[in-house]
């Protein structure tokens, strides 16, 4: 339970050090949300960063501060895991269409195919600088924790709070040399108003630094991808998809302005190394090009799957019948592939949606409004702004 801070990062690390696995508990979630998610992984160890804490929590809460931590032997102790023996590195909770959140469990060799695959794809090197925007309990922040350490960069913390504020951003990513962002698109307008209002200097600083952004959590839209073009030409924008149950990405298209312009919607790309995707028809048959079908996705990251719902797991991690032994997640996304061999995501094939990234399934929002005395029934819907 921290939020962003240096306490955060290293509790994490500890963590998975000694050989458990870490779930981020998110200081801004209602307490009732908080409660059942320890309650429901197990937890009996609660580390908080300096004055937080969960009242009723009854196993051992330990704070971490920097104050303490220095009074600690700096002796390095050996590893306790082993990426290739299904020890688990993780679980985040997304939302639940029963009323309650579902906790997406993660080994260590499913994040490490992942943090390798995307090494491979997009090599940093020891002068890069990722900023960690993120909050710890969306999966982008994976990247955000653990990437710098493959190539020996550096990972810079942005401040609390400062995720909202365009302005702090862009000061903050000029003067410490960030090379490397995720954004989520609606945030990513935010960004580039920023931008577009900085002098044609602070422009030119910046555009000679971020080399990378990534845009995931929801569908990026040419004309934001394009708004990136034309204001910092020389940044390369990355288009992402995948669901935390892929472990983070599971594609990525790279936008180039000359190409892509008059596109309707920018393609979720090819799969990242390590990772296949399928699209099939409701028998699993193999969808012909330009014919939509549900997306699948099979491969190194593919997680373990939920946490203490076993039947939920078997309904949607599924035997791949491609490849035997292997497994594949049933994403719900509908999809097809382009004659250039990207995937076109066309939406989803229930009520989900992606409110500023985050997975949002009406039927956890309607099960609570149906607790409330008085009210015997409900229905949500999703309404874009304008509407």
Not at 97 to 123: D, I, N
Not at 210 to 231: D, M
Not at 264 to 279: E, S, T
Not at 319 to 330: A, I, K, V
Request: charged share 25%.
């Amino acid at each position: 339970l921290a939020d962003r801070s240096p306490e955060m990062v290293i509790a994490v690390l500890a963590v998975l050090k000694a050989g458990g696995a870490y779930v981020p508990l998110d200081p801004d979630y209602p307490e009732e949300r908080l409660r059942y998610m320890l309650a429901d992984s197990g937890a009996r160890l609660l580390v908080t960063g300096p004055g937080l804490s969960v009242s009723g929590f009854s196993g051992e809460t330990l704070e971490v501060n920097l104050s303490s931590l220095r009074t600690e032997p700096a002796e390095n102790e050996p590893v306790c895991v082993h990426t290739d023996g299904g020890s688990l590195a993780y679980v985040i909770y997304t939302s639940g269409s029963t009323g309650t959140p579902k906790g997406v469990a993660v080994e260590h060799r499913q994040a490490a195919a992942f943090l390798s695959g995307m090494q491979r794809q997009f090599p940093l090197t020891e002068d890069d600088v990722i900023v960690l925007k993120s909050s710890f309990s969306f999966d982008a922040s994976i990247w955000q924790l653990f990437w710098w350490m493959i190539p020996g960069a550096s990972m810079y913390l942005l401040p609390q709070g400062w995720e909202k504020d365009p302005a702090l951003m862009t000061e903050a990513f000029t003067n410490e040399g960030v090379t490397t962002a995720h954004f989520i698109p609606a945030m990513a307008n935010s960004f580039l108003d920023q931008v577009e209002m900085e002098t044609e200097e602070k422009r030119t600083s910046l555009a000679k630094t971020l080399k990378h952004v990534f845009a995931g959590g929801e569908a990026l839209a040419p004309q934001t991808a394009a708004r990136f073009a034309r204001s910092l030409p020389e940044t390369a924008v990355i288009h992402g998809y995948g669901p935390t149950e892929a472990t983070v990405d599971a594609a990525f298209f790279r936008y180039e302005h000359e190409k892509n312009r008059e596109r309707m919607r920018l393609p979720i790309g090819k799969p990242v190394p390590g990772a296949r995707l399928y699209i099939l028809d409701s028998e699993k048959a193999v969808q012909p090009i330009g014919v939509a079908g549900e997306l699948y996705i099979a491969g190194a990251g593919v997680a373990r799957g939920y946490l203490n719902r076993p039947e939920l797991t078997e309904e949607r991690f599924l035997d791949d019948p491609f490849y035997r032994g292997e497994r594949m997640y049933q994403t719900g996304d509908l999809a097809r592939w382009l004659p250039d061999g990207t995937v076109e995501w066309l939406g989803r094939m229930d009520g989900q949606v992606k409110i500023h990234g985050y997975r949002i399934e009406p039927g956890e929002v309607e099960a609570a409004l149906r607790q409330i005395d008085g009210v015997r029934e409900a229905a949500v819907v999703a309404r874009t702004e304008g509407e």
